[in-house]
């Protein structure tokens, strides 16, 4: 039986135990050309003292118009990739894995003319259809800010194709309504996907994990089933499971203790030999060991949790209960400023 505290192999790299940080932004800690305004090594190198086996540094644009806010980490250009270093360097120091994740926010970017997989007016903005062109400068925007990944000294990437941004949109037969080879069936809606992650894998070297932030689009799963082993084919080496789009009416057995979103990352974890994390509402050590313990996922991520209390790992396996989030109701002061988090500095 698996535990909590025990390492697991992710690719050639020892994860020295089961708890990841998932990617949280820090919003407004940067400033509106990518670069940090508040320090990350020393966010993320709290956390790692604090523990964390694997950490995966939040959503970082890998093109300005592909931002979700305005003021957001950036990795398109080589004057980035110094704060990366710095992160890579300050979570290493503490024995912490550390991959960061690659977003383009499709329709949910920041701007009033935003790209996507389809045309169509969202909330006051123009969404237009990326061309086949477009396309193509995204895939290389993705390899390029992957290759500056490694270059910086992070172990890793991973790719956001959860949460309705634009792989999701993609992939989601509700947001993609394309008649070309990106459009239509299954394998044509997660083409993207699939060119981006083979470009990656070939523009890197082997050790490099790729990640994948796995949005489920699919009540019943069925297609979000055989994409996941496309992925895990292709040589994607951890599964960080979240939603997409249009996963309502997904049934969750009434004994499951937790989210529906958990229990999602659960099947796919069933399904998969690569390692999977599951997410969302995960709070107390013995949450965390439950699932661990009766195999329902290899990792699991703990997101404001580890913003609250960097030293959650440490306190939980010296049987010290961390401190726990408020799950604030007005929304998680991250999304504002990290530093009004009533957690902030305890
Ligand atoms: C402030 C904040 C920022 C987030 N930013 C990201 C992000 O950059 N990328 C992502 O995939 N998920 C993001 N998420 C979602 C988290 O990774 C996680 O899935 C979610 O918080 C649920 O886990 P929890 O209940 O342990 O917090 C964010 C969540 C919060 C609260």
């Known amino acids: 039986m698996a535990k909590l505290t025990d390492s697991i192999k992710l690719k050639n790299k020892t994860v020295k135990n089961r708890l990841v940080m998932p990617p949280a932004v820090c919003f407004n800690w940067a400033d509106t050309k990518g670069y940090e305004t508040v320090s990350r090594a020393q966010h993320y190198g709290d956390r ?43 979570c290493h120091e503490h024995g912490s894995v550390v991959l960061v994740q690659l977003v383009h926010a499709g329709q949910k970017s920041f701007g009033e003319v935003v790209k996507s997989s389809s045309a169509r ?22 390899v390029s800010a992957a290759v500056r990944a490694e270059k910086a000294g992070l172990d890793g990437i991973e790719i956001h194709g959860a949460h309705g941004y634009l792989l999701s949109q993609f992939t989601a037969s509700k947001t993609n309504f394309r008649i070309d080879a990106y459009g239509g069936s299954l394998e044509n809606r997660t083409r993207l996907s699939v060119e ?3 470009a990656i894998r070939e523009s890197t070297s ?31 080496d951890f599964f960080n499971v ?16 937790f989210s529906p979103i958990t229990h999602m ?56 209960m961390p401190n726990i989030c408020y799950d604030c109701k007005s929304g998680c002061k991250y999304r504002i400023d990290g530093k009004t988090c009533p957690l902030y500095g305890k």
Request: glycine share 10%; hydrophobic share 45%.
């Open 265 to 320: 990352g659960t099947v796919v974890h069933k399904q998969l030999k690569t390692p999977v994390a599951c997410v969302f509402g995960i709070r107390t050590p013995e949450d965390a060991n439950y699932l661990i313990e009766n195999n329902l996922t290899d990792f699991v991520a703990i997101g404001r949790g580890l913003l609250a209390e960097p030293n959650w790992f440490n306190k939980a396996a010296s049987g010290i």
């Open 242 to 257: 979240s939603s997409g789009i249009g996963m309502e009416g997904l049934e969750v057995p009434k004994d499951f203790p």
């Open 48 to 90: 790692a003292k604090g523990g964390t086996g694997l950490i995966v540094i939040e959503a970082t644009a890998i093109l300005p118009e592909a931002r979700i806010v305005e003021r957001e980490l950036g990795l398109w250009e080589d004057g980035h990739m110094a704060q990366f270093s710095k992160i890579a360097a300050a």
């Open 196 to 198: 981006i992650v083979k």
């Open 121 to 142: 007016e969202i909330q006051g903005k123009t969404c237009e259809a990326l061309t086949l062109e477009e396309i193509g400068h995204v895939k290389d925007a993705f």
């Open 206 to 236: 082997d050790e490099f994990i790729i990640g994948y932030r796995f949005g489920v689009n699919d009540p019943l799963m069925k297609e979000d089933i055989w994409f996941a082993r496309e992925l895990e084919a292709l040589g994607v």
